[in-house]
């Protein structure tokens, strides 16, 4: 990698004037906007007008709501809505989906005239549930059939003993999941089983939503909205309540349906060849793309998303093996395409999912695929899940499929997530990226990961489609004098990167601690150069490693955290925030086991205090985890 790119961070009328008795911070021309919308207007209109900018006022939109009467007169206080007269939406996310979708239902519904209030699942809180009368809950399912993050308090408080009855409810659930994991959206299968044995009434039929979850959300979210309309009357009939849910903002030019074309301006080795016994050809990859033009702005804690294209060596095995025409066109969905086009852009070659599998197992009338896809076979579907992609099922069990057919059962494409390794503030219109490129050879010859792949293989100047996907649960402290604690082993310490170079660029006073892990220390010391400065620099003020095996013992970094366990309590009980980023299916399970246990031994509480105060952490928003 360049020097300079593992250096450490240095760190036209004439306008109205206003009445006399009216004192105005507006621009003349504002002003005069303002006098021609009120001109005319009667008692009652006026009064409405005042008390819907009171309303913006409170949303945070502006203070405008004085300008409609004398500062003498009395204020128009909007009442409570009424539960029986709302609408309450319910996301729990933790890659943005679900709260695009809840944005979009609360959106269209508040359009519609109707009362609703949109709510994280950490932010409702849990003594309203009793008086609900509709409710929309939007929630994913991550990895092994865990919640997100910020659901797991409202999931264990309706699962618990404390959730009351809900016999006045009405509700409906949209799950959003991956069928490439065993557990697909059971956490909304959870929670819609729940308000219904809490007396709750179902509304519609729950949504189980796969990675294309517009193909279920869409006439979901519009049933939601029928059935809305139908429970309530619009707002409108109570002007003075009607509030928007949020300041309008500009939509960006370039986003996940419209892909910003990025130059690559380097695709360089953090990791030497052969650095690891298990793995031999493990190959991690920084990346750095332009954004220059394209007007995207990233906090650290964002991802950038990369739509990816299937490696054509691929596309090819899966054409042979089917013995099909790659250039035979496929019309599917009102579009009509070469199939190669549909394999290499199209469709989802890399991640097995279980309703391809169904489908497959009928065309090779195979007794073996369908035993697997049985409840009690769950752990060898796991596995075949894990270790398997399309063309390994193709080739390991015969079976005829047409062009049209193909396309029809493979999933759509989708993006790929990475945590931006970088702060604007360093390395202004960039997006640095840490990369483990999959790439690894199987009985049938070699696999690949789809996106990771095409950034590793892309030479400098390719341009790649990109957008940005925020992730407001996952950012530096706003009070620049709080340590930091980042857990990121392998490539989870992406980033932390950017933390450290936000939090010099801001001149924050709070200590860094980082605590990373990886096989080797000679060979795969993530960003050791850039460490090693921060550290000497005094921008780092901590740093803990966990090298697995380079000692006959494995060591990881919830080992560290046991050692370090004093510390950690001390600085988490002298306000510091804790991050944890990278491996879901077992990294992050024992991170929060041994984030427990310290908090227990340190703090003198039992299992079930340690667990309220890192529940309690999380709700004040330091306790965050980026887990894939």
């Not at 804690?301 to 013995?323: F, K, Y």
Request: glycine share 8%.
């Amino acid at each position: 990698m360049p020097a300079a790119a593992l250096s450490a961070p240095a760190l036209s009328a004439p306008a109205l004037s206003a009445p006399p008795s009216l004192a105005t911070p507006l621009p003349a021309d504002r002003l005069d906007s303002l006098v021609r919308l009120t001109e005319g207007l009667d008692h009652n209109s006026l009064w409405w007008l005042s008390g819907y900018a009171a309303g913006l006022a409170r949303a945070g939109a502006g203070n405008v709501a004085a300008l409609a009467v004398p500062a003498s007169a009395p204020a128009v206080a909007a009442p409570e809505a009424r539960t029986n007269e709302r609408l309450s939406i319910v996301y729990g996310s933790q890659t943005g989906n679900a709260k695009r979708l809840a944005e979009q239902l609360a959106g269209q519904a508040e359009a519609a005239g109707l009362n609703v209030r949109l709510l994280r699942a950490d932010a409702y809180p849990t003594r309203e549930l009793k008086n609900e009368r509709l409710l929309y809950v939007v929630i994913s399912t991550q990895g092994d059939g865990d919640p997100p993050d910020d659901s797991r308090g409202l999931i264990d408080f309706i699962a618990g003993k404390r959730a009351p009855e809900l016999k006045g409810l009405n509700f409906a659930v949209l799950g959003l999941g991956d069928s490439s994991y065993p557990d697909f959206c059971s956490i909304g299968q959870k929670v819609d089983a729940r308000l219904g044995e809490l007396g709750a009434t179902r509304l519609f039929a729950r949504g189980d939503a796969d990675l294309d979850f517009e193909t279920v959300s869409t006439p979901w979210l519009q049933q939601a909205l029928n059935q809305a309309k139908e429970a309530l009357k619009p707002a409108a009939t109570h002007l003075a309540t009607v509030t928007p849910l949020r300041p309008l903002a500009a939509a960006p030019a370039f986003h996940r349906d419209a892909p910003f074309a990025a130059e690559l301006l380097s695709n360089q080795r953090l990791i030497a060849r052969g650095s690891d016994r298990v793995v031999p050809d493990k190959d991690i990859r920084h990346i750095e793309i332009s954004l220059e033009g394209s007007g995207l702005h990233y906090q650290p804690g964002d991802s950038l998303g990369i739509w990816p294209r299937n490696p054509p060596a691929l596309v090819e095995a899966v054409l042979s093996t089917l013995e099909l025409d790659g250039n035979a066109g496929v019309e599917h969905g009102g579009q009509s395409l070469p199939l190669r086009q549909w394999l290499s852009e199209k469709r989802e070659l890399t991640k097995l999912a279980r309703p391809f599998i169904a489908s497959h197992a009928a065309h090779a009338r195979s007794d073996e695929l369908n035993r697997l896809l049985a409840p009690d076979h769950a752990a060898q579907f796991a596995e075949l899940l894990a270790t398997s992609q399309v063309i390994d099922l193709l080739q390991r069990y015969d079976g005829q499929w047409s062009a049209e057919e193909l396309v029809a059962a493979l999933r759509p494409l989708t993006p790929r997530m990475y945590s931006i390794a970088s702060s604007q503030k360093l390395v202004g219109d960039e997006a640095h990226l840490t990369v483990a490129h999959v790439e690894y050879q199987s009985a049938g010859g070699t696999r690949w990961g789809a996106a990771s792949h095409l950034l590793a293989s892309a030479d400098e100047g390719e341009r790649l489609p990109v957008f940005i996907e925020h992730n407001d649960r996952f950012r530096v402290p706003a009070d620049g004098s709080r340590d930091v604690i980042m857990i990121g082993p392998g490539t989870g310490v992406a980033p932390f990167r950017g933390f450290v170079q936000e939090r010099v660029a801001d001149g924050a006073s709070g200590r860094n601690w980082l605590l990373f892990g990886n096989p080797h220390f000679r060979t795969d010391f993530l960003y050791q150069v850039e460490w090693q400065a921060a550290l000497k620099a005094g921008q780092l003020h901590k740093l803990d490693l966990a090298f697995s095996r380079d000692q006959a013992q494995k060591v990881y970094v919830q080992h560290r955290l046991g050692e370090q366990g004093r510390d950690l309590y001390d600085w988490l009980e002298g306000g510091a925030h804790l991050y944890v980023c990278g491996d879901a299916s077992r990294m992050a399970k024992d991170v929060h086991a041994a984030l427990l246990a310290a908090i227990a031994k340190h703090g003198g509480k039992d299992e079930e205090g340690a667990e309220d105060y890192l529940n309690e952490l999380q709700r004040q928003g330091r306790y965050a985890r980026d887990v894939y």
